[in-house]
T-cell receptor, first 109, second 111 residues
Framework: GQQVMQIPQYQHVQEGEDFTTYCNSS?????IQWYKQRPGGHPVFLIQ?????EVKKQKRLTFQFGEAKKNSSLHITATQTTDVGTYFC?????????FGTGTSLTVIP | DADVTQTPRNRITKTGKRIMLECSQT?????MYWYRQDPGLGLRLIYY???????NKGEISDGYSVSRQAQAKFSLSLESAIPNQTALYFC??????????FGPGTRLTVL
């Protein structure tokens, strides 16, 4: 069945260091979305990527969608304590979203 | 977002009991989803609906049923709860091509 793998599961960084999480799908996706979930909260939408090879930036966050539309990454430059949380990708195919397992980011001040 | 509400927010029940989780939205979206979240497994889709009376199974529908009697409401039922259904349950809404908006979640514990 459809799977979206996400690595790493956990990441601890010193404040100011960079952070990257990767998603890989077993099948081609129509689009991919990224969400952030703060501890005790619910997932909140960050961005949607639709086109092959697309790159989008939001301040210190850079999102990429692979050429084959099967993989994606989220990169945070110079992490801050406000970046703490779990980041999920969600690949859309066959009228459904398939979520990655998430990467839990801890930022050490 | 207050636009998507879930009740109850927390529930503890016993094995074999029937449980209903409610989701309501004021965003006017036609699409609604139920997910469960377990540590290390991310969010997994249980059921989704694209319109009133439209019901579709997700990845893990066994042991669950849903009802979409109105555009704004989507309820999830566990006919006979079992301990491995202990999880955090999220409802989400969406318009075609749009993002998903999640409710605050319901923490369900089945003893």
């Amino acid at each position: 069945g459809q799977q979206v793998m996400q690595i790493p599961q956990y990441q601890h960084v010193q404040e100011g260091e960079d952070f990257t999480t990767y998603c890989n799908s077993s099948t081609t996706l129509s689009n991919i979305q990224w969400y952030k979930q703060r501890p005790g909260g619910h997932p909140v939408f960050l961005i949607q990527l639709v086109k092959s090879g697309e790159v989008k930036k939001q301040k210190r966050l850079t999102f990429q969608f692979g050429e084959a539309k099967k993989n994606s990454s989220l990169h945070i430059t110079a992490t801050q304590t406000t970046d703490v949380g779990t980041y999920f990708c969600a690949g859309y195919t066959g009228n459904q979203f398939y979520f990655g397992t998430g990467t839990s980011l801890t930022v050490i001040p | 977002d207050a636009d998507v509400t879930q009740t109850p927010r927390n529930r503890i029940t016993k094995t074999g009991k029937r449980i209903m989780l409610e989701c309501s939205q004021t965003k006017g979206h036609d699409r609604m989803y139920w997910y469960r979240q377990d540590p290390g497994l991310g969010l997994r889709l249980i059921y989704y609906s694209f319109d009133v009376k439209d019901i579709n199974k997700g990845e893990i529908s066994d042991g669950y049923s849903v009802s979409r009697q109105a555009q704004a409401k989507f309820s999830l039922s566990l006919e006979s709860a079992i301990p491995n259904q202990t999880a955090l349950y999220f409802c989400a809404t969406r318009s075609d091509g749009d993002t998903q908006y999640f409710g605050p979640g319901t923490r369900l514990t089945v003893l």
